[in-house]
């Protein structure tokens, strides 16, 4: 019987491939005496392997002087089953044979992407790239970002409690919002909340709802919330587009805007700020959300849509828009809550404007001083919507 050592060492030859004399004479068998006849003749083999060290043999393939630049059909030829200089091309980014023609489908015969090298990865081909940064860097920081945003304004309510009106409500009303302004911003308040809410649960729902739900059921809502994501999206856009313009005269700086930012626009000091029609704060969040990282939002949403005509979707092309995608929405997020904080729980009156069209005297007053007085004096109606309610005008 051989030992334990000489039969793995054959078995490891022969599944390489590799070539080796065996004697079939049982080991235990001794060899017979010689005598005359046999004696000039040369001695047999002893059986088994002879003077084979695995760790120096070499394959067949490596005779070749060129053995690194074997093709995988020659390559073959010696040994059989090895595709090593397939993949090595494959790795290294070469584009084989397709069918498809080229101007559809120009990576179709490209398994790995080129090197690249994004911010916040390493050097390494453009799909372990995008993974890296999605995942060290925009779900763990986008994440913390968006409760670090919830977590101050939970703390400010807390703290500080909504804020009130000082003076007693005097029943008279002035249009704030008319019913074109009121459906164009529902509009894309409604697509806003229906994406930000699919767009969080498909990038943390893993987190939070999978250990939860179970595989199954999660797909099936991360599946639902998908497609509302894209039949919302284009919504959003075109929502967008009609807010910018309703609301863009309005929002123009004025006087008065460098002192409200700079007073912050007194929510720790509790004296409100006098501005028009919307503060400093109301701006910001149009100018740098609406209109800034509304474009980035929606241009890089309707690339993840395929909506651009003309364009060749590949998939750096994604990934880069997957990239900008995710980062804008994030921090038109994180500012949006404040807005909606504000406009909700956080200030007395402010849901009864974009609800009904029409705030108090007293609101207008406290909050928007300056856009109080110029109704007051008649440059702006207190009215701007027919028909007008005769009880719920102020008159200047």
């Excluded at 060290?53 to 074997?70: L, T």
């Excluded at 894309?188 to 179970?214: E, H, T, W």
């Excluded at 912050?264 to 704060?281: D, I, Y």
């Amino acid at each position: 019987m051989q030992r334990p050592s000489r039969f793995l060492a054959a078995l490891f030859l022969a599944a390489t491939g590799w070539s080796a004399t065996v004697s079939a004479q049982p080991a235990a068998t001794p060899a017979p005496a010689p005598t005359a006849a046999t004696a000039p003749a040369a001695a047999a083999p002893a059986g088994g392997i002879q003077s084979a060290n695995i760790f120096e043999v070499k394959p067949d393939a490596s005779a070749d002087p060129k053995y690194a630049q074997q093709t995988n059909g020659e390559r073959a030829k010696v040994q059989p089953g090895n595709n090593a200089p397939m993949w090595r091309q494959v790795g290294s980014g070469v584009t084989g044979y397709s069918s498809l023609p080229k101007s559809e489908a120009p990576e179709a015969g490209n398994l790995i992407q080129p090197f690249v090298r994004y911010p916040g990865s390493l050097l390494t081909n453009a799909g372990e790239a995008w993974r890296q940064v999605r995942n060290n860097w925009l779900i763990p920081y986008g994440g913390a970002l968006l409760l670090i945003v919830v977590g101050a304004i939970a703390l400010f309510y807390f703290g500080k409690g909504r804020i009130n009106l000082h003076g007693a409500e005097t029943g008279r009303k002035i249009e704030r919002f008319t019913p074109f302004e009121r459906s164009a911003h529902w509009a894309n308040a409604i697509a806003f909340c229906i994406l930000a809410i699919s767009g969080l649960i498909m990038a943390f729902g893993k987190f939070f709802l999978l250990p939860v739900m179970g595989l199954t059921l999660f797909g099936w809502l991360t599946y639902l919330l998908k497609n509302m994501h894209n039949f919302a999206g284009p919504l959003f856009a075109v929502s967008l587009v009609i807010v910018f313009f309703t609301f863009v005269r309005d929002n123009m700086p004025s006087r008065g805007d460098i002192g409200w930012l700079l007073k912050g626009g007194g929510l720790l000091s509790g004296k409100e700020v006098p501005s028009h029609r919307f503060n400093a704060g109301e701006k910001l969040v149009f100018w740098g959300g609406v209109f800034f990282l509304g474009i980035i939002v929606v241009a890089s949403g309707l690339v993840l849509d395929k909506l651009i005509p003309g364009l060749i979707y590949v998939r750096d092309t994604m990934q880069v828009a997957h990239m900008v995608h995710a980062v804008a929405t994030v921090l038109m997020m994180a500012m949006f809550i404040g807005h909606i904080y504000i406009g909700t729980i956080g200030m007395q009156g402010a849901y009864d404007g974009m609800k009904t069209g029409y705030v108090d005297e007293t609101w207008a007053r406290e909050h928007h001083e300056y856009w109080y007085d110029d109704v007051k004096a008649g440059k702006i109606p207190a009215q701007r919507s027919e028909p007008a309610p005769p009880s719920q005008t102020v008159q200047a």
